[in-house]
């Protein structure tokens, strides 16, 4: 308990900027979260080519919501006429319906991820302007009033990077994992295309 007090005695001597701060960082680490758990569970509960031919050919599809090859093959099962031309574009409908699923959220993880710094630097400004605001009244001599406006231009740097650093990162990574099942969405629309 005593290690959360001090935490956050430590982050409110940032000043008023570490409110946003923190509200940026708990929005973009729960999107992070849903891209991955997301992520996840398309590739891990996914079926094997072969079986989405087969639940094609068979037009009986398994449930909805589990893997993308497996999502796409039950929504072109719903849709499908039976006519071949007809199929092949709606085929290619259902496919294109699964790209802003995979995207979802991940520009809004940059941009948190990109606002972390600056808002880091809005706090730096601010604790330099209070640390000259003392020097121009009290001269050097009032050092714990220095040393107040240097505390929170220095704690709100380290904290904007410190979200900023592995946002960036795992948004990176998070757009190529989405180019990956784009990649794999691509292949299996090709499949089933010379299928139906």
Known sequence: MEILYRATEYLWQGGWVMV????CSLVMWT??????????????????IRDAIAMLEEKRATGEGQ??????????SKEMT???????RILYSCALKQRPVLNRHLAAI???A?????????????????TFDVLS????????GLASGISVALITTQSGLLVAIPGLLLSGY??????????????????LMRHV
């Open 110 to 112: 940059a941009v948190l």
């Open 20 to 23: 946003p701060l923190i509200a």
């Open 137 to 144: 009244v009290f001269g050097t001599g009032n050092v714990k």
């Open 82 to 88: 039976g006519q071949p031309g007809l199929d092949k």
């Open 31 to 48: 999107l992070i979260g849903e891209r991955l758990y997301f992520f996840h569970g398309l590739t891990r509960r996914d079926i094997r």
């Open 174 to 191: 998070l757009y190529r994992r989405a180019a990956q099942l784009e990649m794999r969405l691509e292949e299996i629309t090709s499949v």
């Open 114 to 130: 990109s606002v972390a710094p600056l808002l880091g630097l809005l706090g730096t400004v601010i604790g330099m302007v209070d």
């Open 67 to 76: 893997g993308l090859r497996q999502r796409l093959v039950a929504n072109f």
